[in-house]
């Protein structure tokens, strides 16, 4: 396996974004997930919560736990965990499979009422967030090592971040929202030269955007 800007080649000679790092696990969720588009309303809803736990922390400790996540959150029906009471907090504090912090924990509940509210204004949360695509005068002409690194936020998750706090949302910096957009396929940000990339380009020009 060999690295050059921002590129891994595995055995093959197929290159991929340097941040999978060959770890298997790590290398079907960068192949098979990330970058590509997203309307399921608890898979986002899922995502940008996970985002939030993963606050100081690596995305690869999260993505090893989410099934516990999601056994501890409903599968993260956002209607179910919007009812969770004081003792489902308690349950999750005592969860060993999860990140057991108790403001994220909350957070979560909170979010989910957040969701249930949004859901009722737009008809889904998939049809709130794809208002938020970038147009494509914001997007970078090329996406290369350098410019991911020097963009962990955007313009357009800068306003979604702050429409999500002025909604009562938590946990929902610029940098936060900009990594589930990358990961929901509101962008693509795979690099140029991966395998992925023109696969999420092509998924993303058939995508039908919601509107409800």
Known sequence: MTETAGLIADESGALRCFW???????RRYHDEEWGRPVTDDH?????????????????????RKRENFRAAFAG???????????????????DAGIIRHR?????????????VAL???FGSLSAYFWRFE??????PARMDYETLRA????????????????RG??????????AFMQAMGLVNDHLEGCICRPQVEALRAAFLRPTA
């Open 43 to 63: 898979r986002l809803f899922e995502k940008i919560c996970l985002e939030g736990f993963q606050s100081g922390l690596s995305w690869l400790t999260i993505l």
């Open 119 to 121: 859901k009722e204004e």
């Open 151 to 166: 963009n962990p936020t955007s313009p357009t998750s800068i306003r979604l971040s702050k429409d999500l706090k002025k």
């Open 134 to 139: 970038p147009e494509a005068q914001e997007r």
């Open 20 to 26: 999978h790092g060959g770890l298997e696990d790590y």
């Open 103 to 115: 403001g994220k924990i909350v957070s979560t509940i909170n979010n989910a009422r957040r969701a």
């Open 76 to 94: 993260f029906d956002f209607e179910k965990v919007a009812h969770f009471t004081e003792e489902d907090i308690a349950r999750c504090l005592a």
């Open 169 to 178: 949302w938590t946990f929902v910096g610029p940098t936060t929202v900009y």
